[in-house]
């Protein structure tokens, strides 16, 4: 009887299906100019992990070096993400920029040095809060949005890889 009762609770508990889907993205390009790769979210709630790799910083009197991961409106504006952008005053360092309503606008949450070859970070959206990890630091941001409806990757005056990133939507 005790068995019988337990599988059923077992049978009521059930994992939330989940779309994974592994992307590598080589963004490439000069001083001044940008690059991306994106589509569509099949749910608003979605984790984009993995590492950057700084390749080359093409920094212009104007430009600096940035890498992004946006999660965007049905208009290709940004709703919220990250980006990592170079110190104007230390090419070895970067800032964290999380962009967050209302607009995506920016607010800078942190920064790190560049020292190792490749940068773990994290951005992730449950319904009500945004995730961001980068190297050993995280930050939890309150945040509320049905209209994400793309995800986007994308760089500017410089050679960065994205890469062993895996992107998780969850139904």
Same mark, same amino acid.
């Given at each position: 009887?005790?068995?019988?009762? =337990? +599988? *059923?609770?077992? +049978?009521?508990?059930q ?14 390009t ?10 569509? *979210?099949?749910?608003?709630?979605a984790?984009?992990e ?6 080359d ?12 991961? #946006?999660l =965007? ?15 104007? $005053? ?6 964290? /920029? ?6 995506g606008? %920016? %607010?800078?949450?942190?920064g #790190? ?7 773990p ?6 319904? &009500?809060?945004?995730?961001?990890? /980068?190297?050993?630091? &995280?930050?939890?941001i309150?945040?509320? &949005? ?5 995800? $986007? =990757?994308?760089? &500017?005056s410089?050679?960065?890889? #994205?890469?062993? *990133?895996?992107?998780?939507? %969850? #139904?």
């Amino acid at each position: 009887m005790l068995v019988m009762l =337990l +599988a *059923m609770m077992a +049978a009521d508990v059930q994992a939330i299906p989940s779309n994974k889907e592994e992307v590598e993205f080589e963004c490439d390009t000069p001083g001044g100019h940008f690059s991306y790769w994106s589509r569509k *979210m099949q749910t608003p709630t979605a984790r984009i992990e993995g590492e950057i790799k700084i390749k080359d910083l093409r920094r212009t009197e104007k430009w600096l070096p940035v890498a992004n991961i #946006f999660l =965007l409106d049905a208009s290709d504006k940004t709703v919220a993400g990250i980006g990592l952008t170079q110190d104007p $005053q230390a090419s070895q360092h970067f800032y964290i /920029v999380a962009r967050i309503p209302p607009n995506g606008g %920016k %607010k800078l949450i942190g920064g #790190f040095d560049v020292s190792e070859a490749s940068i773990p970070l994290a951005l992730g959206y449950d319904g &009500s809060e945004l995730q961001i990890e /980068v190297g050993s630091q &995280s930050w939890r941001i309150d945040f509320k &949005s049905s209209i994400a409806e793309k995800i $986007q =990757l994308s760089c &500017s005056s410089g050679d960065f890889r #994205f890469q062993n *990133m895996v992107i998780t939507e %969850k #139904f």
